[in-house]
């Protein structure tokens, strides 16, 4: 019993951290529009990355890291940088304009991962990939270049061409797997499952 209740604690301090980390998304936004301070920016960012590191060690950590939870996870991250971009392209939207061919390629594969799962799988992808952990801390590392120190070169761009890379992968790996499979770290641990697959058939 008290090994059941530990874990539903520690799901529900998880979901928490996911919550708060989603909240956060509208501070930045009301930031951006009526007080914007990098120290501020920062102390979001950081906050957020911080949630979201400790929230992923504490679900694998003591086994609650569920598909659900992982997609929470996911959802919230995407929300809370959507609302990072809104606040770059709000208070510096012309620094955007050498960005903008490369965001649009990214928008498009994003659209087209959250599409195309679904529709073959019947679920969204759950993979937690090497590549987007990578662009996880690349988007943190990008985001506050920009919104804290106020800096909108290589650090920018790294963060749009590996979320590119990241989601040619994640595409990648939900055209070669036949059956939907969570914690795919890479394509090439895609085809070996394929593989496996195959020859028991």
């Not at 301090?13 to 990098?38: D, K, M, R, T």
């Not at 890379?165 to 770290?185: F, M, R, S, T, Y």
């Amino acid at each position: 019993m008290g090994g059941r209740r530990r874990r539903v604690w520690t799901l529900r301090v998880a979901l928490a951290l996911v919550a708060l980390c989603e909240l956060l998304a509208p501070v930045l936004v009301l930031l951006a529009i009526y007080q914007p301070s990098h120290f501020a920016f920062g102390t979001n960012l950081v906050l957020v990355f911080l949630f979201d590191v400790f929230e992923r060690l504490v679900a694998c950590r003591l086994n609650v890291a569920t598909p659900t939870l992982r997609g929470l996870d996911s959802f919230a991250d995407s929300v809370f940088y959507l609302a990072a971009l809104f606040a770059a392209w709000y208070l510096r939207a012309q620094a955007l304009q050498e960005h903008y061919a490369a965001l649009l390629v990214l928008a498009g594969l994003e659209l087209a991962r959250y599409v195309f799962d679904p529709v073959k799988f019947r679920c969204a992808a759950s993979y937690h990939m090497w590549s987007s952990k990578l662009w996880g801390i690349a988007l943190f590392v990008g985001c506050f270049a920009w919104l804290a120190l106020g800096i909108s070169g290589v650090a920018v761009a790294l963060a749009i061409y590996i979320g590119i890379v990241a989601d040619i992968e994640g595409l990648a790996i939900a055209v070669i797997l036949q059956q939907w499979k969570n914690d795919v770290p890479t394509f090439v641990h895609a085809l070996q499952l394929r593989a496996a697959i195959l020859n028991r058939q």
